[in-house]
């Protein structure tokens, strides 16, 4: 089966970086995706990882160590607006997903 | 703007009243995937449909059906609901370019809530 790990929750100041951890053990391996999902709302797509090493895009950063079976969405410069789930998710095949339970982040003024 | 549409966004039933929950897509993507997701879980697969060809996952139960009439419909039809079928139901499409499977994009859910 898919084991996909994340923390549950974690709270940040507004304009500090949050690295939210994701280590998975699948039974192959062709993608790692984060998404973020607002209460209530559909996730949506934030990044994508196939090779080792960091992928940036504005303040949202992804890290991946397939070696390690690892990888970080790192927030920068953090807003209210930030305040959602992140789910890490795997590509095991050719094109279906599996998801971690989310990590809720919580910011704060 | 191409998008995936779920209808309704709220749905109410009674306890074994069927239900049908519908997806639309404007993508013309081949894959079309219905999730299931209770609160604070990971979003669950429960099958999906790569053109007409329908796939089940293997612990999704048998009061869960699906139908694609078209590239851009698919419903979930819900034959029996039970109380532990309260959830939020995702749609999601994705397609094969020619580099590669492209992410799965997701419509708003429909948020079902059985009485």
């Not at chain 1, 996909?4 to 690295?19: K, L």
């Not at chain 2, 429960?46 to 293997?58: G, R, S, T, V």
């Amino acid at each position: 089966g898919q084991n996909i790990d994340q923390p549950t929750e974690m709270t940040a100041t507004e304009g500090a970086i949050v690295q939210i951890n994701c280590t998975y053990q699948t039974s192959g391996f062709n993608g790692l995706f984060w998404y973020q999902q607002h209460a209530g709302e559909a996730p949506t797509f934030l990044s994508y990882n196939v090779l080792d090493g960091l992928e940036e895009k504005g303040r949202f950063s992804s890290f991946l160590s397939r070696s390690k079976g690892y990888s970080y969405l790192l927030l920068k410069e953090l807003q209210m607006k930030d305040s959602a789930s992140y789910l890490c998710a795997v590509r095991d095949g050719d094109y279906k997903l599996s998801f971690g339970a989310g990590t809720t982040v919580t910011v704060r003024a | 703007d191409a998008m995936v549409i779920q209808n309704p966004r709220y749905q109410v039933t009674q306890f074994g009243k069927p239900v049908t929950l519908s997806c639309s897509q404007t993508l013309n993507h081949n894959v079309m995937y219905w999730y299931q997701q209770k609160s604070s879980q990971a979003p669950k697969l429960l099958f999906h449909y790569y053109d007409k060809d329908f796939n089940n996952e293997a612990d999704t139960p048998d009061n869960f059906q699906s139908r694609r009439p078209n590239t851009s419909f698919c419903f979930l039809d819900i034959r029996s609901p039970g109380l532990g079928d309260a959830a939020m139901y995702l749609c999601a499409t994705s397609i094969y370019t020619g580099t590669g499977w492209e992410t799965q994009y997701f419509g708003p859910g429909t948020r079902l809530l059985v009485l």
